[in-house]
Protein backbone atom coordinates (compact mmCIF):
# COMPACT_ATOMS: atom_id res chain seq x y z
CA UNK A 1 0.00 0.00 0.00
CA UNK A 2 0.85 3.53 -0.34
CA UNK A 3 2.19 6.18 2.18
CA UNK A 4 3.61 9.02 2.67
CA UNK A 5 5.71 10.80 5.94
CA UNK A 6 6.37 14.03 6.60
CA UNK A 7 9.06 14.24 9.44
CA UNK A 8 8.26 17.77 10.42
CA UNK A 9 4.94 18.59 11.95
CA UNK A 10 6.03 21.96 12.32
CA UNK A 11 8.93 24.42 11.13
CA UNK A 12 9.64 27.98 11.75
CA UNK A 13 12.28 29.88 9.36
CA UNK A 14 12.47 34.24 8.55
CA UNK A 15 11.81 35.79 6.15
CA UNK A 16 14.06 35.70 3.43
CA UNK A 17 15.91 32.27 4.48
CA UNK A 18 15.89 28.84 2.77
CA UNK A 19 13.34 26.79 3.02
CA UNK A 20 12.76 22.69 2.61
CA UNK A 21 10.20 20.39 3.25
CA UNK A 22 10.96 16.64 3.74
CA UNK A 23 8.60 13.97 2.19
CA UNK A 24 8.47 9.87 1.96
CA UNK A 25 6.66 8.00 -0.09
CA UNK A 26 6.50 4.41 -0.38
CA UNK A 27 4.87 3.13 -3.64
CA UNK A 28 5.88 0.45 -5.83
CA UNK A 29 5.89 1.66 -8.91
CA UNK A 30 6.88 4.93 -10.62
CA UNK A 31 4.88 7.45 -8.44
CA UNK A 32 2.92 9.90 -9.36
CA UNK A 33 3.92 12.94 -6.86
CA UNK A 34 2.14 16.33 -5.40
CA UNK A 35 2.89 19.48 -3.10
CA UNK A 36 -0.10 20.78 -2.09
CA UNK A 37 -0.77 24.10 -0.15
CA UNK A 38 -3.41 24.69 2.23
CA UNK A 39 -4.15 28.65 4.21
CA UNK A 40 -5.94 28.40 7.31
CA UNK A 41 -9.71 28.00 6.72
CA UNK A 42 -9.17 27.27 3.05
CA UNK A 43 -9.39 24.22 0.70
CA UNK A 44 -5.66 22.51 -0.92
CA UNK A 45 -4.12 24.49 -3.76
CA UNK A 46 -1.84 22.76 -6.19
CA UNK A 47 2.14 23.56 -5.47
CA UNK A 48 3.50 21.46 -8.03
CA UNK A 49 3.47 17.76 -9.59
CA UNK A 50 5.81 15.23 -10.73
CA UNK A 51 4.71 12.73 -13.33
CA UNK A 52 8.18 11.23 -15.33
CA UNK A 53 11.00 13.17 -16.78
CA UNK A 54 13.05 16.04 -15.59
CA UNK A 55 13.36 15.12 -11.49
CA UNK A 56 13.31 19.02 -10.90
CA UNK A 57 10.05 19.98 -10.78
CA UNK A 58 9.05 23.81 -11.05
CA UNK A 59 5.84 25.23 -9.38
CA UNK A 60 3.91 28.08 -8.42
CA UNK A 61 5.12 30.76 -6.13
CA UNK A 62 8.75 30.36 -6.52
CA UNK A 63 8.48 26.81 -5.59
CA UNK A 64 10.24 23.61 -6.57
CA UNK A 65 10.45 19.91 -5.53
CA UNK A 66 13.08 17.31 -6.73
CA UNK A 67 12.57 13.45 -7.11
CA UNK A 68 15.19 11.14 -5.97
CA UNK A 69 14.03 7.69 -6.62
CA UNK A 70 17.12 6.04 -4.86
CA UNK A 71 15.63 7.53 -1.67
CA UNK A 72 12.29 7.75 -2.47
CA UNK A 73 11.93 11.48 -1.70
CA UNK A 74 10.27 14.08 -2.62
CA UNK A 75 11.16 17.55 -1.22
CA UNK A 76 9.93 20.73 -1.59
CA UNK A 77 12.63 23.67 -1.79
CA UNK A 78 12.07 27.68 -1.66
CA UNK A 79 15.45 29.81 -1.90
CA UNK A 80 13.81 32.77 -0.31
CA UNK A 81 10.66 32.81 2.22
CA UNK A 82 7.89 35.03 2.40
CA UNK A 83 5.47 35.60 5.12
CA UNK A 84 2.62 34.87 3.02
CA UNK A 85 4.03 31.45 2.77
CA UNK A 86 2.88 30.20 6.42
CA UNK A 87 1.00 28.00 5.59
CA UNK A 88 0.44 24.25 6.40
CA UNK A 89 1.89 21.87 3.33
CA UNK A 90 1.11 18.48 2.65
CA UNK A 91 2.99 15.73 0.13
CA UNK A 92 0.39 13.02 -1.64
CA UNK A 93 1.14 10.16 -3.55
CA UNK A 94 -1.26 9.07 -6.73
CA UNK A 95 -2.27 5.77 -7.82
CA UNK A 96 -4.57 5.59 -10.78
CA UNK A 97 -7.77 3.91 -10.44
CA UNK A 98 -9.45 1.72 -12.81
CA UNK A 99 -12.13 3.42 -15.06
CA UNK A 100 -10.60 6.58 -14.12
CA UNK A 101 -9.11 8.88 -11.58
CA UNK A 102 -6.56 8.66 -9.32
CA UNK A 103 -6.42 7.98 -5.07
CA UNK A 104 -4.11 10.49 -3.01
CA UNK A 105 -2.65 9.46 -0.35
CA UNK A 106 -1.54 12.23 2.00
CA UNK A 107 0.97 12.90 4.53
CA UNK A 108 -0.05 14.57 7.78
CA UNK A 109 1.46 17.83 6.82
CA UNK A 110 3.96 20.48 7.92
CA UNK A 111 3.23 23.74 9.41
CA UNK A 112 5.07 26.33 7.84
CA UNK A 113 5.62 29.49 10.30
CA UNK A 114 7.74 32.17 9.11
CA UNK A 115 9.15 35.21 11.42
CA UNK A 116 9.75 38.38 10.44
CA UNK B 1 -15.85 29.14 -13.94
CA UNK B 2 -16.09 28.49 -9.93
CA UNK B 3 -14.38 25.53 -10.17
CA UNK B 4 -15.42 23.26 -7.20
CA UNK B 5 -18.00 24.43 -4.81
CA UNK B 6 -19.37 22.74 -1.67
CA UNK B 7 -22.52 23.87 0.29
CA UNK B 8 -22.80 24.19 3.25
CA UNK B 9 -19.72 26.11 4.77
CA UNK B 10 -20.59 25.46 8.29
CA UNK B 11 -22.93 22.74 10.07
CA UNK B 12 -24.05 21.62 13.65
CA UNK B 13 -25.49 18.75 14.48
CA UNK B 14 -26.89 16.18 17.12
CA UNK B 15 -25.46 12.75 17.67
CA UNK B 16 -28.50 10.66 15.65
CA UNK B 17 -29.13 13.71 12.98
CA UNK B 18 -28.89 13.35 8.96
CA UNK B 19 -27.62 15.52 6.63
CA UNK B 20 -25.83 15.59 2.94
CA UNK B 21 -23.03 17.61 2.02
CA UNK B 22 -23.05 18.89 -1.96
CA UNK B 23 -20.03 19.54 -4.17
CA UNK B 24 -20.25 20.38 -7.49
CA UNK B 25 -17.89 20.65 -10.07
CA UNK B 26 -17.60 22.85 -13.50
CA UNK B 27 -14.14 21.98 -14.95
CA UNK B 28 -16.39 18.88 -16.62
CA UNK B 29 -13.62 16.43 -14.94
CA UNK B 30 -14.92 12.88 -14.94
CA UNK B 31 -13.55 11.79 -11.25
CA UNK B 32 -14.66 12.91 -7.83
CA UNK B 33 -13.50 12.71 -4.26
CA UNK B 34 -14.94 12.86 -0.59
CA UNK B 35 -11.96 13.55 2.40
CA UNK B 36 -12.01 14.31 5.83
CA UNK B 37 -9.48 16.62 7.20
CA UNK B 38 -8.38 15.79 11.06
CA UNK B 39 -5.72 17.32 13.07
CA UNK B 40 -2.38 15.74 12.42
CA UNK B 41 -3.65 12.70 10.37
CA UNK B 42 -3.96 14.67 6.80
CA UNK B 43 -6.31 14.27 4.54
CA UNK B 44 -8.32 10.66 4.07
CA UNK B 45 -10.28 9.65 1.37
CA UNK B 46 -13.99 8.62 2.73
CA UNK B 47 -15.41 8.10 -1.29
CA UNK B 48 -14.44 8.41 -4.45
CA UNK B 49 -16.87 8.26 -7.98
CA UNK B 50 -14.03 7.48 -10.87
CA UNK B 51 -15.87 8.11 -13.36
CA UNK B 52 -20.08 9.23 -13.62
CA UNK B 53 -22.12 6.19 -12.39
CA UNK B 54 -19.62 4.47 -10.53
CA UNK B 55 -18.92 5.32 -6.58
CA UNK B 56 -16.41 3.21 -4.47
CA UNK B 57 -15.35 3.16 -0.96
CA UNK B 58 -11.70 4.94 -0.16
CA UNK B 59 -9.88 4.62 2.96
CA UNK B 60 -12.64 5.50 5.89
CA UNK B 61 -16.03 4.95 4.13
CA UNK B 62 -18.06 3.61 7.15
CA UNK B 63 -21.08 6.18 8.45
CA UNK B 64 -21.01 7.20 5.13
CA UNK B 65 -22.95 7.49 1.90
CA UNK B 66 -22.20 8.76 -1.67
CA UNK B 67 -24.20 9.65 -5.03
CA UNK B 68 -22.64 10.78 -7.91
CA UNK B 69 -26.28 12.56 -9.21
CA UNK B 70 -24.92 13.64 -12.60
CA UNK B 71 -21.31 14.37 -14.19
CA UNK B 72 -21.12 17.43 -12.43
CA UNK B 73 -22.59 16.44 -8.67
CA UNK B 74 -21.19 14.24 -5.94
CA UNK B 75 -23.12 14.23 -2.26
CA UNK B 76 -21.88 12.82 0.90
CA UNK B 77 -24.82 11.44 3.20
CA UNK B 78 -24.43 11.02 7.23
CA UNK B 79 -27.42 8.89 8.25
CA UNK B 80 -26.95 9.19 11.60
CA UNK B 81 -24.25 11.31 12.83
CA UNK B 82 -21.89 10.67 15.22
CA UNK B 83 -19.12 13.02 17.12
CA UNK B 84 -16.56 11.03 15.73
CA UNK B 85 -17.84 12.46 12.89
CA UNK B 86 -16.71 16.15 13.40
CA UNK B 87 -13.96 17.08 11.17
CA UNK B 88 -13.39 19.16 7.85
CA UNK B 89 -14.71 17.34 4.51
CA UNK B 90 -13.42 18.51 1.41
CA UNK B 91 -14.72 17.54 -2.28
CA UNK B 92 -12.30 17.36 -5.20
CA UNK B 93 -12.13 16.16 -8.93
CA UNK B 94 -9.93 15.14 -11.35
CA UNK B 95 -9.61 14.47 -15.27
CA UNK B 96 -8.73 10.93 -15.69
CA UNK B 97 -5.25 9.71 -15.27
CA UNK B 98 -2.86 10.65 -12.81
CA UNK B 99 -3.43 14.07 -12.48
CA UNK B 100 -3.98 16.61 -10.29
CA UNK B 101 -7.34 16.72 -8.22
CA UNK B 102 -8.99 20.33 -7.31
CA UNK B 103 -10.13 20.76 -3.77
CA UNK B 104 -13.17 22.66 -2.75
CA UNK B 105 -13.38 25.52 0.16
CA UNK B 106 -14.52 22.58 2.75
CA UNK B 107 -17.30 21.96 5.01
CA UNK B 108 -16.54 22.09 8.93
CA UNK B 109 -18.84 20.13 10.51
CA UNK B 110 -19.02 19.87 13.98
CA UNK B 111 -21.51 16.50 15.83
CA UNK B 112 -22.35 17.51 19.63
Known amino acids: AQSVTQPDIHITVSEGASLELRCNYS??????LFWYVQSPGQGLQLLLKYFSGDTLVQGIKGFEAEFKRSQSSFNLRKPSVHWSDAAEYFC??????????????FGTGTQLKVEL | NAGVTQTPKFQVLKTGQSMTLQCAQDMNHNSMYWYRQDPGMGLRLIYYSASEGTTDKGEVPNGYNVSRLNKREFSLRLESAAPSQTSVYFCASSRAGGNEQYFGPGTRLTVT
Open chain 1, 92 to 105: AVGHILTGGGNKLT
Open chain 1, 27 to 32: YGATPY
